[in-house]
């Protein structure tokens, strides 16, 4: 780990911290988190995956504008190997400013600017399908992230977000997301979102992918929840489109094949005990069940099966700073176990 980057973190933090004192709040932050992964088929390794990292940075909130910074590193054992060389690993995980506008008494606006994530999953496992890479399975998959702006009008307990985003430094390939996000004065939470790769075709000959989501959380007693996502995946059909053409540019992923719809859906339920015996052993057991139409056709492989269903069931204890997660989970198929633990200790 090169001293130097974290000399000029931690000056950089200070800096920030005397400078915005004077009409805002800043804080540190961080966390140090520990993951294992286990697959019961894989009997070449104790482990199936396992890292430590920490993430550090700071927060700044006032009444017109918030910020985040956040760094996230990694040792270099844990699979940094380039050119045959192992380094250190330090990613710029997060960075967003959000200016914020008052239009009244219940109508607000904000403009966000800068690399976030997007994250609706619950126990961590499923969901998220406007953003989510279907091929992607296992535990704790949030990294959703976005380089964006976006801007955003709050209306009472609506949200309602736009966000254009961009993949590369000319902004020639990107996509548009909508979000809107419905509470109610009852334990009932909606979304509902949109996503394109809009962007790819002002200068690509490229095929548009449509992506749409719908969320549902409800709280049927306090600690008794019940949530579900069902998404569409579709990549249009275009005949006149050249793919051997010198700005063509292939789709993302290789299972957005024009005519393709995909269906993906899920169904979880959350208990979370607050008193008694019960909240001492657990924060939250959460059970999950997915369902992704033709799952085969997303790794286009003829040597393996997945199975179009898939489940997980987790368990979360929260104790003082710091968080246990345990997660078993179903893998290729719905026999083939998995396991998973994390640890995440906040300091700050």
Aim: with cysteine; net charge negative; charged share 20%.
């Amino acid at each position: 780990m090169k001293l130097t980057k974290i000399a000029c973190t931690l000056i950089a933090a200070f800096m920030a911290s005397t400078a915005f004192a004077v009409d805002g709040d800043f804080a540190l932050k961080g966390n140090v988190q520990t993951q294992v992964t286990k697959s019961i088929a894989d009997e070449d390794n104790n482990f199936s995956s396992g890292w430590i990292r920490a993430n550090v940075g700071g927060q700044y909130k006032s009444d017109n504008l918030d910020g985040t910074i956040m760094l996230r590193i990694f040792a270099p054992e844990f699979g940094n190997n380039i050119d045959g060389t192992k380094y250190d690993k330090i990613l710029a995980d997060l960075y967003w400013v959000n200016y914020k506008w008052g239009l009244g008494d219940k109508d607000k606006m904000n403009l966000k600017i800068g690399r976030w994530k997007t994250d609706w999953s619950q126990s961590t496992h499923f969901g998220t399908y406007v953003d989510k890479d279907l091929t992607k399975r296992g535990l704790w998959m949030r990294d959703y992230s976005h380089n964006a702006l976006e801007l955003g009008w709050i209306h009472g307990l609506n949200t309602l977000n736009l966000m254009v985003a961009t993949k590369d430094g000319n902004a020639n390939q990107g996509y548009v997301r909508i979000e809107d996000d419905m509470k109610f004065t009852f334990p009932l939470e909606l979304k509902v979102a949109y996503r394109s790769n809009a962007v790819d075709v002002v200068q690509h000959s490229a095929y548009l992918t449509h992506r749409i989501a719908a969320y549902g959380s409800y709280n049927i007693v306090p600690i008794f929840r019940v949530y579900g996502e069902y998404a569409c995946v579709y990549t249009q059909e275009d005949d006149e489109l050249n793919t051997e053409a010198s700005n063509y540019l292939v789709p993302e992923s290789k299972y957005y094949k024009p005519g393709e719809y995909y269906q993906p859906f899920y169904l979880g339920a959350d208990f979370a005990p607050s008193t008694g015996i019960l909240n001492t052993l657990m924060s939250n057991l959460m059970v999950e069940w997915e369902y992704i139409n033709r799952r085969d056709n997303l790794y286009q492989v003829t040597e393996q099966t997945y199975d179009d269903w898939a489940w997980t069931v987790a368990w979360v204890k929260n104790i003082g700073p710091s968080k246990l997660q345990f997660s078993v989970y179903s893998e290729n198929e719905m026999t083939d176990v998995g396991l998973a633990f994390r640890l995440t200790s906040t300091i700050k």
